[in-house]
């Protein structure tokens, strides 16, 4: 069974700062992890996903991630927020045992102007 | 495309109330999911169907049923509905057996239970 944490229920950040949201996992299988985002009254959209190879990910509006597996982490970084990056954001785990994902509880980031 | 589409966005049901929570894809996908969302708690699987005909409970199926006659349609259940059932669902659709199973999501139901 795989399992997610995220660090921090909550970050705020002013425009322009970095963002870091961080992620650590367990799966005793190899694991394919995922980040999603969430705006207000709105379902979850996926920023970008790691399969296999590289183990730094682009993804949407400029965030990136990068899978280590020897501290089984997943952060996700953006190097200068937007105001428009305000949301919830949530990191997920799945394995080819089965094909669920198990999310973490979330962290809601602030962007500060 | 429309993606997934849920139905009802908003409903509010008195405690031994029944309803059914409508999830559309128009994606072809096999795999459909119900997530139920409360506050620092995530997204817990209620129930889940890798193909027509076919369902499986997730972590948390207690007080709900699911049905999936037709491929893309997948319906969620509440029999006789309790505060505790108080949430956002979500449903969400996957396309194959491929390890990386990226979902793609519904806009949410809010559901309140009185």
């Known amino acids: 069974a795989q399992s997610v944490t995220q660090l921090g229920s909550h970050v705020s950040v002013s425009e322009g700062a970095l963002v870091l949201l961080r992620c650590n996992y367990s799966?005793?299988?190899?694991?394919?992890l995922f980040w999603y985002v969430q705006y207000p009254n709105q379902g979850l959209q996926l920023l970008l996903k790691?399969?296999?190879?590289?183990?730094l990910v682009k993804g949407i509006n400029g965030f990136e991630a990068e899978f280590k597996k020897s501290e089984t982490s997943f952060h996700l970084t953006k190097p200068s927020a937007h105001m428009s990056d305000a949301a919830e954001y949530f990191c997920?785990?799945?394995?080819?045992?089965?094909?669920?994902?198990?999310f973490g509880a979330g962290t809601t980031v602030t962007v500060r102007a | 495309n429309a993606g997934v589409t849920q139905t009802p966005k908003f409903r509010v049901l008195k405690t031994g109330q029944s309803m059914t929570l409508l999830c559309a894809q128009d994606?072809?996908?096999?795999?459909m999911y119900w997530y139920r969302q409360d506050p620092g708690m995530g997204l817990r699987l209620i129930h889940y169907?890798?193909?027509?005909?076919?369902?499986a409970k997730g972590e948390v199926p207690d007080g709900y049923n699911v049905s999936r006659l037709k491929k893309q349609n997948f319906l969620l259940g509440l029999e006789s509905a309790a505060p505790s059932q108080t949430s956002v669902y979500f449903c969400?659709?996957?396309?194959?057996?491929?390890?990386?199973?990226?979902?793609?999501f519904g806009p949410g139901t809010r559901l309140t239970v009185l």
């Open positions: 969400a659709s996957s396309y194959s057996r491929e390890w990386s199973n990226e979902q793609f």
């Open positions: 799966s005793s299988v190899p694991p394919y």
């Open positions: 790691y399969t296999t190879g590289a183990t």
């Open positions: 997920a785990v799945s394995d080819h045992k089965d094909y669920k994902l198990s």
């Open positions: 994606m072809n996908h096999e795999y």
């Open positions: 169907s890798v193909g027509e005909g076919t369902t």
